[in-house]
């Protein structure tokens, strides 16, 4: 599990185009389901969510470049 500071940095490492108000967007409009929160109400993200932020962004054309939508 990682905190969502660790999953936008590591996503950003991967070269997805994501930042911390893009991911609050997904979450708001709940085009993301949200993760379990943990203790002080932080968000804990296991890798099937941390899976479905990778499809979700691959499918809005902010994935690395030279990869796409499947």
Known sequence: MVGTSELVASLRAEG???SHSYLAYLL???IVAAPP???GGVLLWEQA???RVRSELLRRNR???GTTYA
Do not use: I
């Open 28 to 30: 708001r409009e709940r």
């Open 16 to 18: 997805f185009e994501v």
């Open 63 to 65: 994935g690395p470049r």
């Open 49 to 51: 969510d941390v899976e």
């Open 37 to 39: 929160k943990g203790p």
